[in-house]
């Protein structure tokens, strides 16, 4: 039957130690032994656990102060998830202590013979010890060796056991106790003090074997490479559940102030199980092989309380072997029996001698433990001076190098804060530089347009003077011409010759009244003539209120070239014409009266008009403010036009710089000097002024820029050309919107170089700026 392993009593064990009769041997351990027994006059009959000093002769005063001390911690706690003591009397000739009997397996029992558990259950069993753990440090006692051997599970609920190297908060001394090295805290296994950080880490291993089955270090059977890994907290944590992970993780940190408190870890395990049974049994959570077990252990305590169960373990031949007594002394011995006696007299008092040897021997060996103890003691107290001095010094670094580091930041801040003034007060001289020459040009614009009006008007009253002298002129020369012709008429009419020089014309004889009627008739011709001829009218230059004048002025076109346009320059044209019909000083042939003006008129010379300076215009003025160097907002708008009348200058790092101006011309034909290739073009503007100015032109590739390109078949694109990336429409039947994904540095003649693009992913390139970059392309 499962239970308990109850051995038999031997021949060296007492058979009552105080009121408790002893059933049999539970344990044994290097320093003590624990009996399973059952209440006397006091006890009753209830099981109890009576644990007692193992010792040769009379117990040292040592190892009685130190059970005495174990006594006095375990009567502290008062916990139903620990074992609690019923009777003690240190100072008895063997000391013994009477703690309840908890009929239950150990955990490490349950998973070498049940397996591990579900998360659930590892919850339920962490939250009952955990409560233990909150009770223990809550009266000051550090029990320094929780492990899966010292945590039974009855189905009520964990129960923690053997306190036999726990200390009190003020009676720990320096030193180490390992208990099994697989559990312990790796501040413990360095020799450092324990606290109770040390009890959670150690929780945490003992959480971890029930729910992996294994301890949480790699195991290769070697003990001092397991204690070196403990140490170091080199844990391997494969297989550990995820749904545990937060709960046994935080308790296995290596630095012990990372560990949660083991109230906090009831309070966890309190949330987890919210909404769930609350119930405190076991058979709830655990699973059948578990429970088993445990009814099993639960039985056999039954039976030994009631004292049903057969007799414990037989014990073997040497245990029921008896020293035979010596037989009764005879009254009378022979010789030999009395020099056998002396002999044993003899025997005997050198084995007296021999214990007496063997007790010095055990006293020095003790004294050299104490002192060894002692000195263990004292050189864990320079340790931890020391490691203080260490952690002092550290600190004070620390310090020293916080301070500094923000004296740093301090200075750097402040350079920074000079930094941006100084800029600013750069960038507002420069503005109000800007402003300065701004405001200066606008005054010479000012002035010059003032100086422009002012010719212009002087000008204007000077062509009015010279206007009205010319008509003044045309009036009094048609006046005279008036005047001539009147009396040419009135001559005719009264037959008297005109005064002047006369040439005959022979004529037929006719009667006088035939004469009279020619006359008339002349009078009549020249006053048609007068009035078809009109030479008042008659101006003898343009402007003039007698004379047509025409001119015209070619204003000044903007042509763009690119590889889709032509070239072709804007001009202009003027001719001045001038029509005089007739001069009155002019002599007039006139077969009819056969007389001419004696006294010609003198035409005046014309007086030329002066062309006005022409003004230029805002695309003058945006033409001639560009400079090489310059970036500008405008491109090609894929039907060989720019997207802007004028150039829009911006700054070459802008999100709207599209070309970049590469040189500035004005002289004839500089169209064809400027680069050509994929991204180059050029950009002339025939000013008002006379100059034909020529911007030379290059792309400024941006990634996300997008353009149309001819994908399908052979690859074309004009890279001048910027496109909206979600036009629904492009320029060109059968082209594609495409997309800049990259711009880089052209590699070396030979280097195996392409895009980057993901897999599957089509993508285009094309070398730009005379073959020193390639730019690269995927479809929108």
């Given amino acids: 039957m499962a239970g308990a392993r109850v051995q038999a009593l031997g021949a060296d064990d007492p058979a009552v130690l105080g009121p408790y009769r002893l059933i049999g041997r539970l344990a044994s351990g290097g320093m003590g032994r624990i009996y399973l027994a059952r209440g006397g006059e006091r006890g ?436 005279r011409a008036a005047r001539a012709a009147r009396a040419r008429a009135a001559s005719a009419a009264t037959g008297s010759p005109t005064p002047g020089p006369t040439r005959t014309t022979p004529s037929p004889a006719a009667p006088s009244g035939s004469s009279s009627n020619w006359g008339w008739l002349v009078v009549v011709a020249v006053v048609v003539a007068l009035a078809i001829w009109q030479p008042w009218e008659t101006s003898g230059s343009a402007g003039g209120s007698g004379g047509t004048s025409s001119s015209t002025t070619g204003s000044g076109a903007v042509t763009a070239g690119s590889d889709l346009d032509t070239r072709t320059d804007g001009s202009g044209a003027g001719s001045d014409s001038h029509d005089d019909g007739g001069s009155g000083g002019d002599s007039t042939d006139d077969s009819s009266s056969g007389a001419a003006d004696s006294s010609p008129t003198p035409t005046p010379t014309p007086t030329p008009t002066p062309t006005p300076t022409p003004t230029p215009d805002a695309t003058d003025r945006a033409f001639a403010a560009v400079r090489s160097g310059d970036c500008l907002d405008v491109y090609n708008d894929g039907h060989g036009n720019m997207s802007a009348t004028r150039p829009i200058r911006v700054g070459c790092r802008a999100s709207n710089a599209y070309m970049h101006v590469n040189r500035v011309s004005t002289g004839a034909g500089a169209s064809g000097s400027c680069a050509s290739g994929p991204g180059f073009t050029w950009w002339r503007k025939s000013g008002a002024d006379g100059v034909a100015r020529t911007l030379c032109l290059d792309r400024v590739y941006q990634v996300g820029q997008c353009f149309p390109a001819q994908v399908k078949g052979a690859t074309n694109a004009d890279l001048t050309v910027v496109w909206n990336c979600h036009a629904s429409t492009v320029p060109r039947a059968g082209q594609s919107i495409l997309r800049i994904t990259g711009y880089y540095r052209a590699p070396a003649a030979g280097t195996n170089w392409t895009c980057p693009a993901g897999p599957g992913e089509r993508f285009w390139y094309w070398p730009v700026n005379n073959g020193r970059s390639i730019i690269c392309a995927s479809g929108v």
């Fill in 44 to 479: 009753g009959r209830g099981l109890v656990a009576v644990k007692t000093l193992l010792a040769e002769g009379t117990v040292s005063a040592v190892d009685r102060r130190r059970f005495a001390r174990e006594v006095s911690l375990a009567q502290r706690v008062d916990s139903a998830y620990t074992a609690r003591v019923r009777d003690s009397d240190p100072d008895a000739e063997r000391p013994w202590m009477a703690i309840d009997y908890i009929a239950a397996p150990p955990l490490s029992e349950l998973v070498r013979n049940c397996g591990v558990l579900p998360a659930s259950a590892v919850r339920w069993i962490a939250a009952g010890t955990a409560e233990a753990l909150v009770t223990l440090h809550g009266v000051g006692i550090v029990h320094r060796d929780v492990k899966p051997q010292n945590v039974l599970l009855p189905l009520e609920g964990p129960r923690v056991i053997d306190f036999g190297i726990s200390h009190a908060s003020d009676l720990t001394l320096t030193g180490l106790t390992l208990g099994t090295i697989a559990f312990t805290s790796p501040e413990q296994a360095r020799g450092e003090a324990s606290t109770a950080a040390s009890d959670v880490y150690s929780l945490g291993a003992t959480l971890f074997l029930l729910a992996t089955g294994r301890p949480p270090y790699r195991a290769d059977g070697d003990t001092l490479r397991l204690l070196a890994r403990v140490q170091r907290g080199e844990l391997h944590l494969d297989g550990l559940p995820k749904e545990l992970v937060a709960t046994i993780r935080p308790c296995l940190a290596v630095d012990p102030a990372g560990r949660p408190e083991p109230a906090e870890l009831l309070a966890r395990f309190h949330r987890d199980q919210a909404g769930l049974p609350a119930t405190h049994s076991g058979t709830r959570w655990l699973p059948p092989r578990w429970t088993a077990l445990i009814g099993a252990y639960a039985t056999q305590g039954l039976e030994l309380a009631n004292d049903r169960r057969t007799h414990p373990v037989a014990p073997t031949v040497d245990q029921r072997t008896r020293v035979v007594p010596p037989s009764p002394p005879t009254l009378v011995y022979p010789p030999e029996r009395e020099a056998r006696a002396a002999r044993d007299r003899a025997r005997r008092e050198r084995a007296r001698q021999d214990l007496a040897v063997l007790a010095e021997l055990a006293e020095r060996q003790r004294a050299e433990q104490a002192e060894r103890e002692q000195e263990e003691r004292d050189r864990a107290e320079r340790v931890r001076q020391e490691r203080a001095e260490r952690e002092r010094a550290e600190a004070e670094r620390a310090e020293r190098q916080r301070a500094e580091a923000a004296r740093l930041e301090a200075e750097r801040a402040e350079r920074q804060r000079a930094e941006a003034a100084r800029l600013e007060a750069e960038r507002a001289e420069r503005q109000r530089a800007e402003r300065q020459r701004a405001a200066q040009q606008e005054a010479q614009r000012e002035r010059a347009a003032q100086e422009r009006a002012e010719r212009e008007r002087a000008e204007r009253e000077r062509a009015e003077r010279e206007r009205a002298e010319r008509e003044r002129a045309e009036r009094e020369r048609a006046e």
